[in-house]
């Protein structure tokens, strides 16, 4: 996986370059774990002093696009992270296992945040392969998590163009 690590790598500084200055001095480690049947694609850690993205199996064959959708959505949790302050930071990290509610807000107000930065045709490709060959119960949950729709997508692409 050294080969992926590196392609990750690539887009992770490509992206915090042209689009999350805020990030210029953040230390970005990310690495690609096997976790057996594991729903998600990627997730990120703030610990203060570095950040940790860690890539799933699910991403191993994803699209540069999709990739590129993926890292902006983790990179915009960090830079909606670097907003708060301490205490809201504590606050947040002590909610998190007991509400849902907060977790899709979160999710939701990152999809958009990403889509503004200018990645949400990258979004979308990355939904397309998330969505597909799922069914009507898993879109569903989907939506419950918080995660945009493509059709969100494409309102917030519209309404963020510049
Ligand atoms: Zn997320």
Redesign the pocket.
């Known amino acids: 996986m050294i080969l992926g690590i590196e392609k990750y790598n690539k887009i992770v500084r490509e992206l915090i370059r042209k689009s999350f200055p805020e990030l210029k001095k953040s230390i970005v480690f990310i690495s690609y774990i096997e976790f057996p049947n594991c729903n998600h694609s990627a997730s990120v850690f703030e610990f203060f002093i570095f950040e940790w993205i860690i890539v799933f199996e699910k991403a191993k064959n994803y699209s540069k696009d999709a990739l590129v959708g993926m890292f902006a959505?983790?990179l915009s949790?960090l830079a909606i992270i670097k907003k708060r302050n301490f205490f809201q930071k504590i606050a947040y990290f002590w909610s998190w296992p007991f509400s849902k509610k907060r977790r899709a807000d979160f999710?939701r107000r990152?999809d958009i945040e990403a889509v503004k930065r200018g990645y949400g045709k990258e979004r979308i490709e990355l939904n397309n392969l998330i969505l597909k060959g799922k069914t009507k119960e898993q879109l569903g949950e989907r939506r419950k998590k918080g995660y945009l729709s493509n059709k969100e997508i494409k309102y917030f692409m519209k309404k963020y163009r510049k």
């Open positions: 959505h983790e949790h999710e990152t």
